[in-house]
């Protein structure tokens, strides 16, 4: 019988009933969240709205916090002139208010002290800890210049902690969003384009005919506009077309879904190219005025037929031809999308390579429907000296390699961390700064050595996540609702900024990120670089050459500008310059060649599973932002845990039942160190498993979240990394299923 | 005036917005809820096909939870809304029991508590806080006796079904397939 609180309700027909969300709930750290005197609804016009962009994941919309006459944050909603979110926040954003109320924020500053053998955290006054910090900044300037104090980052807080690095001397940072991500995409899409996706993509998905899906699970990645917008696509009747091993959420929207076997994508795409080739419905007129190379791609792909890549992809030539066609039919009205989260299998900027090859085939880059001409609102820096030059950075450790890496790569300074790894430049400590690196960054060996290796790290966060474990010092950041951060300007199809300002005043003795950047900047002397106040200062300063206010932008929240770089899509015949080195598109890279990589994608094979073992493919929860959410109060409510999906066959064949737990053990021996549920279901392929990322937490102080559930990401050991850029490819990973407690034995 | 609700599954994400948006904007104690997921899976894989429902009370034109109940709590208002005033209600629990769709719940301040269709945000002129926040814009919600309204424009062009019509509560959620 299903309960009430089950309210995530799953059932297979025909193989009886599967629920999410069986644990027990601490009522008492629960429902203390809540003043519980005002039960009833409160009317918009009996509170007050404040103006603040959500910070629950990367797309950050924009909203208004509701404060009621106690000044209690009662809920948050979207800002209806937000081209991000259109007035529609997605449960993350919605539930944003759990990040405010949960329990168990780091509430003030903490130093790692060692008493009679034993280490434990010590409550530290501000002034104390950061004097600490800054101690150990200037030794490590001292002793082995700023460069060896890496900055590891993600999200809004970010950008107050680089601007103190690059003042400080230090160009070492790296952002999971480049190799554990996105970054593959775009060295593929600027090696065709001559230019990055980049956030929001710049996809035109609500005016497509034809929307392409490559193991990107729009709407349950809840990219906010992208998931609104393809709703939109739907209601217009568009044809999708999703490839994935996994029937997502997307696949069950479309009109084709390839169920592909995994790691096979790049032939698939091959072959599409092929098609659209030689049965002669590519854009003509696009491509010869627009593009070069095609001869050889065309040469190139001759023998990529549908046969050859259903050998390989199991997909049936006539429907590879089929969903070619369909594609062709909509052209230029045609998204195949870049996805997002795309390290998979070390040769990922070459398949991304080709789902822009085919982007341009399909005539679709600058054009209706299918890619707009994003543009952004500079925003004009605040008057500061000319930030030092660092003698070395990151890109001067890779000796050649990843010669296409325009971003930090997080694993190359983890490992530049480590002395026996031998590089010539050695990082010695690390600010870890709204990255969660331990659930993120895969190969847990490497990251533990990494930081058993420096000689200090400080860490900036909300929640008592799993790299605290790790900090000399952590230092209690105040959530979005309680700061202010730098102006939000994002590219869009209109230029547009977005304002955030305190809703509330921070709790315990938390502090924003732009002010404990500007202590820390003072006390090193770099005061120049701090040259106000405070934020507001700064923010109004910028504001008003805008042409707004501090004020006017409290009122509004969003202001928009009109477009200055020109149409957002290609005119009729319009001439155009890719900022490729020849000026085209390039079909053929020239950019690529010069480095010695394939100027032509190449389809590789890539390692399938031994018997007993499952490829582990993870992926997203729309009601959780990877790691980071899975401690607060309303999302963990909507889901308090991960489960393995397993195939009814392979259940049958290990005699699973449905809720079962099991540990996971991949091909290195590595076991999950929490069990995790097993939902047998028709949605998963046979020779796969899928997770939803971020669960398994071990740091106890997350008190729903913790062992809730396994990791992926310790259960990924096997790197394939993209000799192109440094990514690194994830989904070589295997796993089997064990059905008693490992150790158990040895235990009792 | 009959306020009803269409939900298009062939939109709907799944997402678990409009439990979060209900939550906050109704003060729903955390562990419960007045609307929720159902996902229902068929087929065999790669046959396979996903119904995903956000479901609520279904405002009864038929409403069994109104009738059994003893103090009257549970009521009926203008639009066919049905409501429970929680100063009334004894937290007896016969509602709960005749609700073919389990919409009721016990709140844990001693009374039984329900979707209202927003109806405090229906009396400022506004929508409900699911209709209102969903991220695909899925849920349509009105009048279904102005042909105007978003419900009744969104029945008139699709095929729906109801749930449980055999239990003869002439539900008014309609779920477009
Ligand atoms: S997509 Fe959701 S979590 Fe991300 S910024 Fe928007 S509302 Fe917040
Ligand atoms: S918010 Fe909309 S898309 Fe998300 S679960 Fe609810 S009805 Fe479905
Ligand atoms: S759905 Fe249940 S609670 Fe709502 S009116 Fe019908 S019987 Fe009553």
Known sequence: ?748 | MRYAMAIDTKKCVGCGDCVVACQTENNVPIGYCRDWIVENVSGSYPNVEIELRSERCNHCDNAPCVRCCPTGASHIVEGGIVKVTHNECIGCGACIQSCPYDARYSHPDGYVDKCTFCDHRLAKGQSTACVEVCPTSCLYFGDLEDPNSDVSKALKNRSWKVLAPEAGTKPQLYFLT
């Open chain 1, 1 to 748: 019988m299903k309960t009430r609180r089950d309210f995530i309700k799953i059932s297979a027909l025909g193989t009886g009933a599967a629920t999410l969300g069986l644990s027990a709930l601490n009522w008492n750290g629960v429902k203390a969240l809540y003043a519980a005197d005002e039960q009833e609804a409160v009317s918009d016009e009996e509170m007050t709205a404040h103006a603040t962009y959500c910070e629950v994941c990367f797309w950050k919309c924009a909203g208004w916090a509701y404060t009621d006459k106690k000044g209690s944050i009662r809920k948050i909603v979207g800002n209806a002139d937000d081209p991000h979110c259109k007035g529609r926040l997605c449960p993350r954003g919605t539930g944003g208010v759990g990040m405010y109320n949960d329990e168990v924020r780091l509430k003030t500053p903490l130093i790692r002290e060692t008493v009679g053998g034993k280490q434990y955290f010590r409550k530290a006054s501000w002034d104390e800890a950061l004097g600490l910090v800054t101690s150990k900044m200037k030794e490590v300037s001292e002793k082995y210049g700023p460069e060896a104090f890496a900055l590891f980052n993600h999200g809004a807080p970010g950008s107050h902690f680089k601007h103190l690095f690059h003042a400080y001397g230090s160009g070492n940072e790296g952002e999971p969003a480049w190799a554990q991500c996105r970054g593959p995409r775009e060295v593929g899409f600027a090696a065709t384009f001559g230019s990055w996706i980049g956030s929001p993509e710049p996809t035109d998905i609500r005016d497509t005919r034809c929307l392409v899906l490559i193991g990107s699970h729009i709407g349950e990645n809840m990219h906010n506009g992208q998931v609104q917008e393809m709703s939109t696509a739907i209601d217009r009747g568009a044809t999708i077309i999703t490839v994935d091993p996994r029937l997502s959420t997307a696949a069950s929207k479309s009109k084709y879904w390839l169920p592909i076997k995994p790691a096979t994508d790049l032939a698939l795409l091959l072959a599409w190219i092929h098609v659209l080739i030689y049965e002669d419905i590519y854009d003509k007129d696009y491509i010869e005025k627009y593009a070069m190379g095609f001869d050889q791609l065309k040469t190139h792909v001759k023998n990529m037929t549908p046969e050859w890549a259903y050998g390989i992809t199991t997909i049936k030539p006539d429907l590879i031809r089929r969903t070619a066609r369909e594609m062709a039919a909509a052209s230029p009205a045609v998204i195949v999308h870049p996805g997002r989260h795309v390290v998979w299998y070390g040769d990922d900027s070459q398949r991304e390579r080709a789902i822009a090859m085919l982007n341009a085939l399909l005539g679709s880059w600058g054009r209706r429907g299918g890619f707009y001409f994003k543009e952004k609102v500079p925003v004009p820096r605040f008057p500061q000296p000319e930030y030092p030059h660092p003698a070395w950075d990151w890109k001067d450790n890779l000796d050649g390699r990843y010669p296409l890496s325009s971003m930090g790569i997080t694993t190359e300074l983890l490992k530049a961390s480590i002395p026996e790894l031998g590089y010539k430049h050695q990082i010695k400590a690390w600010m870890v700064a709204g990255t969660n690196l331990p659930l993120t960054i895969p190969d847990n060996e490497l990251f533990k050595k990494a930081a058993d290796a420096v000689e200090f790290i400080v860490v900036v966060d909300t929640m008592p996540m799993e790299i605290v474990k790790y900090a000399d010092v952590v230092l209690p950041e105040c959530t979005y609702l309680e700061r202010y951060d730098y102006i939000r300007s994002a590219s869009h199809r209109e230029p547009n900024i977005a304002l955030r300002a305190p809703v509330v005043k921070p709790k315990y003795e938390t502090k924003p990120a732009w002010w404990i950047a500007k202590q820390l900047g003072e006390r090193l002397g770099l005061g120049a670089y701090f040259n106000y106040n405070d934020i507001e200062e700064v923010l109004d300063w910028q504001l008003k050459k805008l042409g707004t206010s501090l004020e006017e932008m409290k009122k509004t929240g969003v202001k928009k500008f009109p477009r200055r770089s020109g149409a957002l899509y290609l005119h009729e015949g319009e001439d155009y310059e890719f900022n490729t080195n020849t000026g085209k598109i390039e079909l053929y890279s020239t950019d690529f060649e010069d480095h010695g990589f394939d100027p032509l994608p190449n389809y590789t094979e890539h390692p399938q599973p031994q018997d007993n073992y499952y490829r582990l493919i993870y992926g997203r929860a729309p009601m959780h932002t990877f790691s980071r959410t899975s401690n607060n109060p309303n999302l963990w409510d909507l889901m308090e845990t991960n489960s393995v999906w397993v195939n009814p066959k392979v259940a049958d064949l290990w005699d699973l039942k449905n809720s079962q737990e099991v540990w996971l053990q991949n091909q290195d021996g590595v076991v999950s160190e929490f069990p995790v549920k097993v939902r047998i279901t028709e949605r998963i392929r046979w020779d796969s498993v899928y997770m939803v990322h971020g669960f398994g937490h071990n740091n106890k102080k997350l008190s729903r979240a913790y062992g809730h559930g396994a990791s992926d990401s310790k259960l990924i050991t096997n790197v394939m990394t993209d000799p192109m850029m440094g990514g690194t490819g994830m989904r070589g990973n295997f796993v089997t299923f064990l059905t008693e407690k490992p150790g158990k034995e040895l235990e009792s």
